[in-house]
Nanobody, 122 residues
Framework: QVQLVESGGGLVQAGGSLRLSCAAS????????MGWFRQAPGKEREFVAT????????YYADSVKGRFNISRDNAKNTVYLQMNSLKPEDTAVYYC???????????????WGQGTQVTVSS
């Protein structure tokens, strides 16, 4: 079992930055790939970014490529999502999730956090 807790969400103006954190506890964090997903009101949950257990492989959704950066610190059992040049369309609840491998499909992730709200004002 892996417990995940996100933090770092908030309200920011368009063009601003936020860094989300996801702290993990339970089974060995470093053995899991980690992903970030988001869900806006009335929309399905969508993939944002994922990182392999070593940090050596990352994938991003086209909508965030070049603006967001996913990283992890296995010594701290934490994964991060640095979000720059934020746009109003980035507004959503952001979730972190753990999976045995790097996937872009939500159903491949076994453990989920409770989510953190990100609101970008225009």
């Amino acid at each position: 079992q892996v417990q995940l807790v996100e933090s770092g969400g908030g309200l920011v103006q368009a063009g601003g930055s936020l860094r989300l954190s996801c702290a993990a506890s339970g089974r060995t964090f470093s053995s899991y790939a980690m992903g970030w997903f988001r869900q806006a009101p009335g929309k399905e949950r969508e993939f944002v970014a994922t990182i392999s257990w070593s940090g050596g492989t990352t994938y991003y959704a086209d909508s965030v490529k070049g603006r967001f950066n996913i990283s992890r610190d296995n010594a701290k059992n934490t994964v991060y999502l640095q979000m720059n040049s934020l746009k109003p369309e980035d507004t959503a609840v952001y979730y972190c999730a753990a999976s045995p491998s790097v996937w872009q499909l939500a159903q491949e992730y076994d453990y989920w956090g409770q989510g953190t709200q990100v609101t970008v004002s225009s």
